[in-house]
């Protein structure tokens, strides 16, 4: 029995040494270890991205065809020429991103009932015009084709005019819905310029047009798609 409790006595001094020894560790290591923190798997939201605004455009024309008498839309007519300044100008506000230009683009016809009666009116055409950005940097073509035979070919005709009706002899022709999407380096304007026209006529005889100055189609409904960004900075103002 001695033994026995001998021995149980030994056992209780090494683990209380073993203890003493840990705490007196802890204590010179600035004590207790705490358990390391997790690190935030949450991302940090991004700030949300302005929706997209459509307009209509703000568009300087330098030839205007006049305001339709169905659709009651303004009809601006694209002249050929090298210098964007020639072209329909088109204000494009602040934005964020690639903005996205769109309207209809229209063969320009002049009309005659005689002509019609006599079998002999009907004309192709085939205009190409360009969208530049104001340092004559071509963005895209655009092309619309289509054939006139009869007044109902027209797309509409134009008021104040001196034909019945109060019209103009020359119309929109044809109808194609031209999408553009615009680098985000854009600013303030691009021009929508012409290029050449082609005309067939009813002999078979094609006439090609593509002077300096030259009406050779019509524009409409021109829309512009884009995120809204901030204004400008304004230059500072000098010191008197």
């Known amino acids: 029995m001695r033994l026995v409790a001998l021995a149980l006595a030994c056992a209780t001094l090494v683990s209380a040494s073993v203890t003493d020894a840990q705490s007196f560790l802890g204590q010179a290591s600035g004590g207790t270890r705490k358990a390391p923190q997790k690190k935030s798997t949450r991302a940090a939201k991004k700030a949300p991205e302005p929706a997209l605004s459509r307009i209509v455009a703000d568009v300087k024309c330098s030839s205007e065809l006049g305001i339709g008498v169905t659709t009651s839309r303004r009809f601006c007519d694209v002249l050929t020429g090298s210098d964007p300044k020639e072209g329909v100008l088109v204000d494009i506000p602040p934005h964020r991103g690639p903005v996205t230009i769109s309207f209809q683009l229209h063969n320009r016809h002049t009309y005659s009932a005689e002509l019609v009666k006599l079998k002999q009116a009907y ?13 004559n ?104």
Do not use: C, H, W
């Open 123 to 135: 004309r192709k055409y085939t205009a190409t015009v360009g969208v530049l950005t104001m340092d």
């Open 137 to 240: 940097t071509l963005v895209d073509r655009a092309v619309v084709q289509s054939e006139f035979r009869t007044e109902k070919d027209l797309f509409d005709r134009i008021g104040g005019g001196a034909g019945p009706g109060g019209v103009k002899a020359i119309a929109p022709s044809g109808d194609e819905l031209i999408t553009i999407e615009l680098p985000a380096d854009v600013q303030e304007q691009v021009s929508i310029l012409g290029e050449k026209l082609s005309v067939m006529r009813n002999d078979g005889v094609v006439d090609n047009f593509s002077s300096a100055g030259r009406p050779i189609a019509s524009i409409s409904n021109v829309m512009l798609e884009y995120r809204p960004g901030p204004p400008p900075k304004k230059a500072p103002a000098k010191k008197p």
